[in-house]
């Protein structure tokens, strides 16, 4: 077994380090002070992604991606995971779904998504819809060759950066028909309700909207009618992993900006290092963070090796599980080190400790992913987790 980084791994690890330094970064205290990022500044932020050699990180070559291994997508979050406000969203990831679709759904969004240049969101949650999406009430239905979509949609993240919009519906209001759409915008139809404050200052928003009789045509389906769930399973996967690399990311900035604090900070006489109670607490962390980073690496590295759909399915929710509670634990630390300094939003310690809270919610929450992992314990034994398949 190799556990050495590739030299193409290591520079991308390095490179995407820079990137955050030099461009996200300086951009943090602004989406902070403004809520979100300011649209004057978006422009030149997309062209420095596309300069720095980032566009399309998630995607083939074929599909006008870059054709990175899981791996080499893994180096790059993790850094762009230090990053606070969700200036990680700067670095689009157009939908995996959007691999499956047609040819002409391919030029037509993906490609074009790929190089910077259109924009999707992703809508499947609803009021009364969010851990158990079968509640969808949003309904597509026929009239004639076009498909009429009417329902509401929350916390669409991104709305405002986007064009287009993958919403998932039930046909004919069937649960057992739940299928993907591709809205452009604007649309006839398509309300934008509103885009609510959240614990964390965003890149972009996460907005809340109605389509009232928005006409589509039949070009517009995703995949396949009732495929919808199939497709969102390995948006799913890889959404849970982009989790897993942020807050890995995001822990390892705190917890070095808490190592350089204690060596530094003079209490009673001496760096509060010194002082047993913090020094473990800088032990706990480093241990938490060493563990969740080889898991980390070694679920993508297992994903490049083909393993088997179902089991890649069952890690990335163990994955998405440990290292999101994982990071908040760690950060709390983190925050505890720096005092009263750590509570002020100039920290970057304090807007960690708010940006990586609702990765325990969003793409499954804590809770689901234990019952992912518990069901597939007993689907396919404890080994899932304890052997080395
Ligand atoms: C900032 C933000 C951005 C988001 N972006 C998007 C987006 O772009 N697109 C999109 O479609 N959605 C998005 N979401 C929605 C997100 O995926 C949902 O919030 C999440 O799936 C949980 O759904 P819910 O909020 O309705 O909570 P609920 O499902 O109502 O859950 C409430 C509580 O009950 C628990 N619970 C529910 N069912 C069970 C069960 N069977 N067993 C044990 N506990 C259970 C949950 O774990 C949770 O603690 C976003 C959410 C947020 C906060």
Redesign the pocket.
């Known amino acids: 077994m190799d556990l050495e980084l590739s030299p193409q791994e290591k520079a991308l690890s390095v490179k995407a380090r820079d990137f955050c330094d030099q461009v996200l970064i300086p951009l943090e205290l602004a989406v902070d002070e403004h809520g979100e990022l300011p649209m004057d500044r978006r422009a030149a932020v997309r062209q420095q992604v596309r300069d720095w050699g980032f566009a399309g990180i998630n995607h083939s070559k074929e599909d006008g991606g870059l054709g990175l291994t899981m791996l080499e997508q893994t180096v790059i979050e993790e850094q762009l995971g230090r990053v606070t406000n969700g200036l990680w969203s700067c670095v689009w990831r157009p939908p995996v779904s959007l691999k499956f679709g047609t040819e002409a759904q391919k030029r037509a969004y993906l490609q074009p998504a790929c190089h910077g240049e259109r924009r999707g969101?992703?809508?499947?949650?609803e009021e009364n819809a969010?851990?158990?999406p079968r509640q969808v009430e949003m309904s597509a239905t026929r009239k004639g060759d076009r498909w009429v979509l009417n329902g509401e949609?929350?916390?669409?993240?991104s709305y405002n950066a986007s064009d287009f919009i993958i919403a998932h519906a039930h046909v004919d209001g069937d649960p057992d028909k739940p299928t993907l759409f591709l809205v452009d915008k604007p649309a006839a139809g398509l309300v934008h309700l509103r885009s609510p404050k959240?614990m964390h200052n965003?890149a972009f928003d996460?907005a809340e909207l109605r389509f009232e009789n928005v006409e589509l045509g039949a070009d517009k389906v995703l995949g396949e009618i009732g495929q919808g769930f199939e497709l969102t399973k390995d948006w799913f996967v890889e959404a849970r992993l982009q989790i897993a690399s942020h807050t890995v990311g995001a822990a390892i900035r705190a917890a070095e900006i808490a190592n350089d604090y204690a060596a530094n900070r003079v209490q009673f006489g001496r760096p509060i290092r010194d002082f047993q109670a913090i020094d473990f607490m800088l032990a706990d962390m480093a241990v938490e963070i060493f563990a969740a980073k080889t898991m980390l690496y070694r679920v993508a590295w297992e994903i490049d090796r083909k393993l088997d759909r179902k089991l890649v399915h069952a890690r990335a929710s163990a994955l998405k599980l440990y290292c999101s509670e994982m990071a908040g634990r760690v950060i709390d630390k983190a925050l505890q080190i720096l005092g009263g300094r750590g509570y002020m939003r100039e920290n970057p310690v304090e807007r960690l400790y708010r940006d990586i809270r609702?990765d325990r919610?969003?793409?499954?929450?804590?809770?689901?992913q234990r019952?992912v992992i518990a069901g597939q314990i007993r689907k396919r034994g404890f080994e899932t987790y304890a052997g080395w398949v």
């Open positions: 969101c992703f809508a499947i949650t969010g851990s158990d949609k929350w916390f669409v993240t959240f965003f996460h609702v919610i969003w793409e499954g929450t804590s809770e689901i019952l």
